[in-house]
């Protein structure tokens, strides 16, 4: 970008009618939306490209676990049908390769400022706008912002004593250097357990000279069973993409799975583990469909964990590792449930140790490594699988602040608060995509990105149409949401295990259900019902943006930029 005179790019002071933060897929699916409305975007990403997440963890191993037929974009048949996977499961870079198609299929790049990060956002009433300060130094004002932060973007390093002081190379699985690491014949540590160190640690146990994986908690693990893409499997999804993915919108998860309609106990033990080995054995989160109510009944999930364990305790030759490894005091699905390839393999291999931090918690990081009460361990690189402050984190590392100064930190600091998972009350015209309060990651997260795009841009061009300009969530309307969310969440299993779902990995965050569970189809089919209602809980204020009203329905008022 061409700098002004100040140094600043020439960015500065420019208005757009929508500012996006995020140019990951929610970000890219929603600026090509607002085009398609003939208003203004910028889109501000702090990473030097787009992609969001699979922009950032390019960690060895990192695979998505919905499958590459239902992780992609709906919204252009063209798109759809052009573009081919290569894998059931796609890998990292070839996700990001098709995030980078979508941006030059789309010549998104020109409206995406790279390397710049919003570090604040205003609202400002008597103008009608959000001004934006930008990490370069520039600010832009907006009538809409639009968060598209991601939910697991805001990478979480542990609050262990000494940490920083260790003298080799360390790394986040979140951040991960985009040149790449070698790790041959090193001694490498890895801390975390979740989906990312359970990809990461068979892909560096194979590379590194000896590999200590430090596990807090134990975590149930499902085999992958990723396979090269059958290029008859594709056809029959690219022959009836319109069906299928509209049957995906409607589903829990929005994406199909062979979903049971029968409850675990009623059938006999032989059938439940007929069904439980045969969905074990194709591999994928099928298994968790097994029955449909292994999230909601302790009883029923219980057969679902002990078939888990069973298989751990068949995979895993040192009965103690085993047993260290084998999760009990949660039940199955309540943390993220994590799809491996060779995980649990990896623990019979001679250069692999496992460090149960339950017996033997880490007292600090060191110069050289990790000292546990028991040892020193003495590493040549150190891995933080540790996760991610996530779904509130990436938008409260903003200072964003509504009507009267509120800010969204303190609003949020007993728990995030929205209307329908898309908009705070108190903070006009700002919309989050799958943020707190939506089935986010719950789902699979691109027919959510889809479903919160296609409300907000028909939300926008009704305004357009009846020259609205300002938007706002009623406060009695966010109480009653925020209320279904936790209630629906207490009818589930979920708030049993301390997970990042509930904030549990941050400490000091509020334990809240963030997400909500009641399923992708029911949720759309609300979204729905409130703006077929006319937007119903929201409120709009301002005056028309054109006087002549006649012409509204072809001409767009709210272009600015
Ligand atoms: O993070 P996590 P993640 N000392 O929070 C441990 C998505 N994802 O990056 O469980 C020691 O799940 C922590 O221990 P504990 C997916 O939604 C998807 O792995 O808190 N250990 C845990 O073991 C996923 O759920 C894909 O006791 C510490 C680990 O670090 C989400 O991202 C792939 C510690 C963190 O696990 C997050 O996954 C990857 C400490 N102080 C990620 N602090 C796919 O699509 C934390 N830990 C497949």
């Given amino acids: 970008m061409m700098q002004a005179p100040s140094g600043r790019p020439e960015i500065d002071g420019r208005q757009f009618d929508v500012a996006i933060v995020g140019a990951g897929f929610a970000g890219l699916c929603m600026l090509h939306r607002i085009r398609a409305l003939g208003l203004s975007a910028r889109v501000f990403e702090a990473g030097a490209d787009v992609g969001g997440t699979w922009y950032w963890n390019r960690y060895p191993g990192a695979r998505c676990d919905v499958e590459s037929m239902q992780y992609s974009f709906s919204f252009d048949e063209a798109l759809q049908q052009e573009w081919s996977w290569s894998e059931r499961f796609a890998a990292q870079p070839e996700i990001l390769r098709y995030a980078n198609h979508v941006a030059d299929r789309f010549d998104l790049r020109r409206d995406i400022s790279f390397e710049t990060r919003v570090e604040a956002a205003a609202w400002d009433d008597e103008r009608g706008l959000w001004t934006v300060e930008l990490s370069t130094g520039a600010t832009v004002s907006a009538r809409f912002c639009i968060m598209a932060t991601g939910c ?3 990478a979480k390093m542990p609050e262990i004593p000494g940490l920083g002081s260790f003298a080799g190379p360390s790394y986040h699985t979140g951040a991960w250097p985009k040149e790449g690491v070698s790790f041959s014949a090193l001694r490498v540590g ?5 989906s990312s160190g359970i990809q990461a640690i068979p892909v560096i146990a194979a590379e590194a000279g000896h590999l200590t994986v430090f596990q807090r908690t134990p975590n149930y693990s499902l085999p992958a069973g990723n396979a090269p893409m059958s290029p008859d499997y594709a056809a029959s999804w690219k022959a009836a993409y319109a069906a299928r993915r509209q049957e995906a919108r409607m589903t829990k998860s929005g994406a199909i799975y062979d979903f049971s309609e029968r409850g675990a106990l009623s059938v006999e033990e032989a059938e439940r583990r007929r069904e439980y080995e045969a969905r074990w054995n194709k591999g994928g989160a099928n298994f968790m469909h097994a029955f449909n109510d292994l999230a909601v009944s302790q009883e029923a999930n219980e057969t679902a964990a002990e078939f888990v364990r069973e298989q751990i305790r068949k995979i895993v030759v040192d009965p103690g590792v085993a047993d260290a490894l084998t999760p009990r005091d949660y039940p199955i699905g309540a943390k993220r449930i994590c799809l491996d390839t060779g995980y649990f393999e990896t623990f019979n291999r001679d250069n692999v140790t496992l460090v149960d931090l339950r017996a033997d918690p880490i007292e600090a990081i060191t110069p050289t490594g990790v000292r546990t009460t028991s040892a020193d361990h003495v590493f040549d690189a150190l891995v933080f699988a540790t996760g991610f402050d996530a779904m509130t984190g990436a938008l409260l590392a ?23 998972g898309l908009m705070p009350a108190g903070f006009p015209n700002l919309f989050t995509i799958t943020g707190p309060g939506s089935p986010s990651v719950l789902s699979n997260v691109l027919v959510s990105i889809e479903q919160h795009v296609e409300w907000i841009a028909e939300c926008l061009g009704f305004m357009q149409v009846r020259g609205l300009s300002v938007i706002a969530s009623d406060r009695d309307a966010e109480d009653r949401w925020v209320e279904h969310v936790n209630e629906v969440a207490q009818r589930t299993l979920y708030p049993r295990a301390a997970s990042w779902y509930m904030g549990a990995n941050v400490p000091g965050k509020p334990r809240v259900f963030m997400p909500y569970i009641g399923g992708v189809g029911r949720y759309r089919e609300h979204c729905a019902a409130v703006a077929a209602a006319g937007y119903e809980g ?24």
């Fill in 538 to 561: 929201f409120r709009f204020d301002g005056a028309p943006a054109v006087a002549d009203r006649s012409q509204d329905d072809d001409r767009p008022m709210l272009r600015t930029g």
């Fill in 190 to 194: 890895v801390i975390g357990t979740g």
């Fill in 398 to 420: 903003m200072d964003v602040r509504g009507r009267d100064g509120e800010s969204l930190r303190e609003k949020w600091a007993a728990g995030p608060r929205n209307h329908l």
């Fill in 152 to 154: 697991l973007s805001a």
